[in-house]
């Protein structure tokens, strides 16, 4: 047993919260290691029992990949910017699938993990953003394989490369945005779950996933850009190919909206944080 | 520096009860809602409005908790004492009031949270502990007491889903018990496991409240209660009802909550956890008068009748009574069909409503209050009802053997047993 020799215990007080509440960081650094365990608890547990285990991580973009090659590139023939169909399609899904399984994880995670929430107190926040954060392996793995079909079209990164962690960061921002309000909604509304895969639908097809935003009509392009997977998407492609820079006010639209996303997600997660042990 | 753990002022909770009950709505009630409150409005605002719907749960607690204090908590079902832990434990906030917590709260009300059936033992130790709020450091120091303490060593790399839910709870619990917060908050959780298990659990708290650690004890079993703290608050409707010493709440609590009329009568609403067909009715003590008393004489035999109320026939039903004390240590039980030739004369009991009643003899029970409790079961198939705590009854010693010694005697008993003196040698 250990006891420590000064007297300095920290005191904690525990009352009615009210209004705006920020994140407390000091508090997020001293839960950090929670974070680590529920990260390495959704790594560890997504494969277990599958024969192919991390494997499918790298089947699912390249299975992916090859039914967008055939159906939409060779089949309905829609252009892809002058880029190979496969390195086009790649470059777009690496980014939505870290969105797609990020959002859908993030929104189901704290009903998901209520008998934590409903019995133990920590910052609720690291249970949305675990998911989040774990589905960065994947993606990391999904690189490499396009590094390889890269390697296969011969195609030489060029110093747009550079830019990647951005776009990167910045899809992360979104899905962290938008994961916060549903995991929110989701304790009050279990409407959620049964949204969330529409949602991903909808703006899987609002995004240029499959067709270049090239192709999206001038009048409604001021609102198409307001959808930050948009400048997101355009960015993996520029800076993976070197082609097609998304222009400077799709960029601000979208790391604009993103950050609204970002902030006003976890103001109501914030708000509504106090009442998830009740109503979850 | 002061030496206080805990100071609680005013605490209190409040659920609307809506939210409470069904825990979520969907949009489409929250639609119909906002639908229906203009029309409701449109109709004149004929009807009144809604009773406030909400309870609370806890009002108006304070307390304070010293360093290296056990303080125990008692409070029938639905008291607040949940509540109480849940607030101290920063799992949701009060309504109004604040509280002072110095130190890290560790809370053994959530043995087995987080834990992944995926996952191996040795993995959902490492996790488990990082959701109580245990360094890494910490565990791997404390790894293998965890290990052998839940006595699990061959299967630590095992899926728990494989576990058996006993090992699953020796486990969970294991990692909670070694845990070192400055407050150790724990609730009904002994009540898990096998009794070799529980007693391993028992002596486990006894040993940390050894070492000077503040502990929150939330406990039915006043035995635990009294053996574990000297202090005691007792919660009656959210509310604290008295704050004592230990021995003085166990015995308001017994006493506040339980008839002393000699008599209880149940209503389908408050025989809470009657099952199937049979419905307890009511229990009563009768004096050696014949009258309905809490109070009988220990020199005097005297009756308990159980009443109850069958909805068809029950093959092999036997009610019991539990005499315990009032420190809830168990005296004896008995049960109606412990004769031989009852039991085969009574192996199905029909549809309709009995009583079972049953003699105790003079000169048995010392002075003091006894806790009667009752239970129906039929062997080892199914068991209807139990209460433990159903009804008291206070014995008077007057005229008991021994009693022209003006002493108290030890133990529940008070027999008359037959004594012989002889004279061996001159």
């Not at chain 2, 809604?50 to 010293?66: G, N």
């Not at chain 2, 009294?226 to 003085?248: F, H, K, Q, W």
């Not at chain 2, 002393?260 to 009563?284: N, T």
Request: aromatic share 12%; hydrophobic share 45%.
């Amino acid at each position: 047993m250990q006891r420590s020799e000064t007297n300095e215990v920290k005191m904690t007080l525990i009352q009615p919260t009210r209004g705006w509440i920020g994140i407390n960081f000091p508090e997020l650094w001293r839960y950090r290691e929670l974070f680590f365990f529920l990260v390495w608890r959704d790594l560890k547990v997504r494969y277990k029992q599958s024969i192919l285990g991390a494997g499918w991580a790298i089947i699912q973009p390249v299975l992916t990949v090859a039914i967008f090659t055939v159906f939409f590139g060779k089949w309905a023939g829609i252009p892809t910017d002058d880029i190979p169909q496969p390195i086009f399609y790649f470059s777009a899904i690496l980014p939505w699938q870290l969105l797609q399984s990020g959002v859908s994880k993030a929104g189901a995670s704290l009903v998901a993990s209520r008998n934590m929430v409903t019995k133990v107190y920590f910052p609720r926040l690291v249970v949305p953003m675990a998911p989040i954060i774990a589905a960065l392996l994947d993606f990391g793995i999904g690189f490499l394989v396009l590094l390889v079909i890269m390697l296969f079209y011969g195609i030489v990164p060029t110093t747009a490369m550079l830019f990647l962690p951005f776009f990167l960061l910045l899809t992360i921002i979104t899905a962290s945005g938008v994961g916060f309000w549903l995991a929110g909604l989701n304790v009050n509304y279990r409407d959620i779950g049964h949204i969330i895969p529409f949602l991903m639908q909808l703006w899987f097809f609002i995004s240029p996933i499959v067709y270049s935003a090239s192709i999206v009509p001038e009048e409604i392009g001021p609102v198409y850009r307001l959808n930050p997977m948009t400048a997101i998407i355009q960015g993996f492609r520029w800076a993976i190919t070197g082609t097609g820079q998304p222009s400077g006010e799709t960029l601000i639209a979208s790391v604009a909206i993103a950050l609204l996303l970002l902030v006003s997600g976890i103001y109501y997660f914030r708000r509504m944080e106090r009442t998830f042990a009740d109503v979850v | 520096m002061s030496d206080l753990a805990i100071r609680a002022v005013n605490l209190g909770k409040r659920y609307r009860l809506g939210e409470y009950i069904d825990s979520y709505r969907t949009l489409r009630d929250f639609i119909i809602e906002g639908v229906g409150k203009p029309l409701r409005w449109m109709k004149g605002r004929s009807e009144k409005k809604p009773a406030d719907e909400s309870i609370w749960a806890l009002r108006e607690v304070s307390f304070e908790l010293r360093r290296g204090q056990v303080l125990g908590v008692i409070g029938r079902n639905g008291a607040g004492k949940s509540t109480l832990l849940k607030l101290l434990s920063r799992v949701t906030e009060p309504t109004e009031g604040y509280a002072e917590v110095f130190g890290r709260v560790g809370s053994l009300l959530e043995v087995g949270t987080g834990f992944h059936p995926e996952l191996t033992g040795r993995e959902n130790i490492f996790l488990n502990g990082a959701i109580l709020g245990m360094k890494r450091t910490e565990i791997i120091r404390r790894f293998d007491e965890i290990v052998d303490f839940a006595e699990v060593p061959k299967f630590i790399d095992t899926p728990v889903k494989r576990y058996s839910s006993g090992m699953y709870l020796r486990l969970a619990f294991a990692v909670a018990a070694h845990l070192e917060p400055e407050i150790l908050v724990v609730d009904e959780v002994l009540a898990v496991g096998d009794a070799e298990f529980q007693k391993k659990c028992l002596g486990k708290m006894g040993e940390v409240a050894e070492q000077g650690r503040t502990i929150l004890f939330v406990s039915h079993n006043m035995s635990a209660i009294a053996r574990l703290t000297a202090e005691t608050i007792v919660l009656e409707d959210g509310r604290i009802a008295l704050s004592a010493p230990t021995n003085e709440a166990i015995d308001y609590y017994l006493s506040a909550n339980l008839s002393q009329a000699g008599e209880i009568h149940w209503s389908d609403v408050d025989a809470q956890g009657a099952s199937g067909p049979f419905h307890p009715r009511a229990l009563r003590v009768i004096d050696h008068h014949g009258r309905i008393s809490d109070k009988i004489l220990s020199t005097k035999p005297f009756l308990v009748e159980f009443e109850y109320q069958l909805d068809q026939a029950i093959t092999g039903l036997r009610t019991g009574l539990y005499i315990s004390t009032t420190q809830g240590d168990p005296v004896f039980t008995t049960f109606d069909l412990d004769a031989p030739e009852d039991f085969e004369s009574h192996a199905v009991r029909p549809e309709g409503i009995h009583v079972s009643r049953c003699t105790f003899p003079a000169n048995m029970f010392n002075e003091g209050r006894f806790v009667l409790g009752v239970n129906a079961s039929s062997f080892r198939i199914q068991s209807y009802y139990t209460n433990e705590q159903a009804l008291s009854f206070m014995v008077d010693g007057t005229g008991a053997p021994g009693s022209h010694w003006p002493e108290r005697r030890t133990g529940p008993l008070r027999p008359a047993l037959d004594w012989e003196i002889v004279e061996l040698k001159k």
